[in-house]
């Protein structure tokens, strides 16, 4: 991952992405920080990680095994969370906020809440598509139906609340053109230690310091 700051502030993260099931080869992901709905920002999500587990390179979601030994291997992350850890890690923190439900949740939530999100913010069918790395458009029709359905809930669901607290402007991640992303990240200032960074976010926008809690 490299993240690129321009004035001050993060313009974005760029993130080489590992072969999906559909890819021959790696993509570039664009993550851009959500200054609309701060509360469901990637970016600043990631800092906070970054800082709080002291992961300096490797894998972003160790195992756990990994992440206990990463302060001593100098920020090394060497080993993934597994499949079967992940879907019952996700599902114990749906069981524990939903409480008692019939819903089926794991990591296919993720992307059906992205092609969501995606959809309520404006993103058009072929740039959601690239960027959720679909092969066919009208496979991903399916999930932009669903979100539409649940678009229309929401406008009539006075629980809600209005659409424009709960969704933010849809930018597009997927880069097609390498050398074109390449020259614009030559005109930010490129970093490539994002440790810093993550520091100066939890201690200056945050308030932590580094004997806080911030759990």
């Known amino acids: 991952?490299?993240?690129?700051?321009?004035?001050?502030?993060?313009?974005?993260?760029?993130?080489?992405?590992?072969?999906?099931?559909?890819?021959?080869?790696?993509?570039?992901?664009f993550l851009w920080p959500d200054d609309e709905l701060p509360e469901?920002?990637?970016?600043?999500?990631?800092?906070?990680?970054?800082?709080?587990?002291?992961?300096?390179?490797?894998y972003f979601f160790p195992?756990?095994?990994?992440?206990?030994?990463?302060?001593?291997?100098?920020?090394?992350?060497?080993?993934?969370?597994?499949?079967?850890?992940?879907?019952?890690?996700?599902?114990?923190?749906?069981d524990v906020i939903l409480g008692n439900h019939e819903r089926k949740?794991?990591?296919?939530?993720?992307?059906?809440?992205?092609?969501?999100?995606?959809?309520?913010?404006?993103?058009?069918?072929?740039?959601?598509?690239?960027?959720a790395r679909h092969k066919t458009l009208a496979n991903?029709?399916?999930?932009?139906?669903?979100?539409?359905?649940q678009l229309e809930y929401a406008k009539i669901n006075r629980s809600v609340g209005e659409l424009a607290q709960i969704s933010s402007t849809w930018k597009p991640i997927y880069c097609k053109n390498v050398q074109l992303a390449r020259a614009n990240v030559n005109r930010r200032f490129l970093i490539t230690n994002l440790i810093p960074i993550a520091r100066d976010f939890i201690e200056s926008k945050l308030g932590f310091k580094d004997n806080d809690s911030c759990s």
């Open 1 to 29: 991952m490299h993240c690129h700051e321009h004035k001050g502030y993060i313009d974005n993260e760029t993130i080489n992405n590992e072969l999906g099931k559909n890819d021959v080869e790696s993509v570039v992901l």
């Open 40 to 58: 469901l920002c990637p970016v600043r999500r990631l800092l906070a990680w970054f800082h709080i587990s002291g992961i300096k390179e490797g």
């Open 63 to 94: 195992s756990l095994e990994s992440l206990q030994m990463v302060r001593d291997s100098d920020g090394l992350s060497e080993t993934q969370i597994g499949w079967d850890m992940y879907q019952h890690r996700f599902t114990t923190v749906t």
């Open 105 to 131: 949740f794991g990591s296919h939530t993720n992307r059906k809440t992205g092609y969501l999100l995606a959809v309520w913010g404006g993103g058009g069918d072929i740039e959601i598509m690239e960027g």
């Open 140 to 149: 991903a029709k399916k999930y932009r139906q669903d979100a539409l359905l």
